[in-house]
């Protein structure tokens, strides 16, 4: 695997999004969720959002993808 710097800025804005998801959730869930009732799925989007954004950062998410596409279509990796 090698460097790239496309996913790597693709993948810290993916980063910043869901840092910023998990610090403003209150605001966020008020103003797009349905207020106090999804002030926890706003945080748990937030934390999803943040792994998503360190393995596309990192490069990782063709390892996983690969991985899961592998799983789905035993023969495709080959």
Known sequence: ??????????????????????????KVADNIAHGVSSYDHVKLFGIITIAVGFLVMTNLHSVVLGWLIGLIFPGAGK
């Open 1 to 26: 695997m090698s460097f790239n710097l496309g996913a790597f800025i693709i993948g810290f804005i993916i980063l910043a999004v869901g840092g910023v998801c998990v610090l403003f959730y209150q």
